[in-house]
């Protein structure tokens, strides 16, 4: 089974580059624009690591990883 990597970038293109870099080494790649909705994919699929943007919209960086310790402390 491949590890998975969860993704959470507002910047579409950071995103694509990451997705691409990491899926040819191997990893599955899970991805989301907001960090709410990035929240809900850790929590649905427990990725091996989170990479995220600190500075989004919404939801930003700090955020996501306070709610993520919140579900796995």
């Given at each position: 089974?491949?590890?998975?990597?969860?993704?959470?970038?507002?910047?579409?293109?950071?995103?694509?580059?990451l997705k691409d870099a990491l899926e040819e080494k191997g990893y599955a790649v899970l991805e989301s624009a907001k960090g709410d909705e990035g929240v809900r994919l850790y929590q649905h699929h427990k990725p091996f690591l989170v990479l995220?943007?600190?500075?989004?919209?919404?939801?930003?960086?700090?955020?996501?990883i306070e709610k993520i310790l919140q579900i796995d402390p």
């Open positions: 089974m491949k590890k998975s990597i969860l993704i959470i970038d507002d910047d579409k293109n950071i995103l694509r580059y995220t943007d600190l500075r989004m919209a919404g939801m930003d960086g700090l955020g996501v």
